[in-house]
């Protein structure tokens, strides 16, 4: 079975007054040239999100699939020069979480520049059927 992924992209990151566009409006720009001759075309999605609450952050990205971990990044580079290079990086990721069945990135594997940009690593939501949520609950939370 193959999960729909998508790639979150913050907009409204690093809004300044010198300019319309936002930090996030030109990475989420750059993702979608890179991804129309992208082998993930077809199978990565990739949507803008007003805001993602990671504001100190400036440029945030989430990869999120159904029954994967969700990774949460921020401060992504995206001035002029670095721009083409972190739009590659996301995708980049992007192809690894799409190959592994739980969407774990393991650090070794990540792209150099996402290694240490991960700001939540969150655990995916069990399925409505899933043993998971017929086991008994973790003694923390009695």
């Given at each position: ?41 077809q ?49 980049d ?50």
């Amino acid at each position: 079975m193959t999960h729909p992924h998508t790639i979150f992209v913050c907009t409204t990151c690093g809004k300044n007054q010198q300019s319309d566009r936002s930090d996030g409006d030109r990475l989420f720009a750059q993702l979608q040239t890179l991804h129309q001759t992208s082998s993930l075309q077809q199978s990565v999605s990739i949507q803008p999100v007003k805001c993602m609450g990671v504001c100190e952050q400036d440029c945030a990205i989430a990869l999120v699939s159904p029954g994967k971990r969700t990774y949460l990044f921020g401060n992504l580079p995206t001035d002029a020069a670095r721009i083409e290079s972190t739009a590659t990086a996301v995708l980049d990721c992007a192809s690894q979480y799409q190959a592994k069945s739980d969407g774990a990135l393991a650090y070794g594997d990540r792209p150099e520049l996402l290694k240490t940009r991960v700001l939540a690593r969150i655990p995916p939501l069990p399925l409505v059927n899933s043993p998971a949520l017929q086991e008994e609950p973790h003694a923390a939370q009695r």
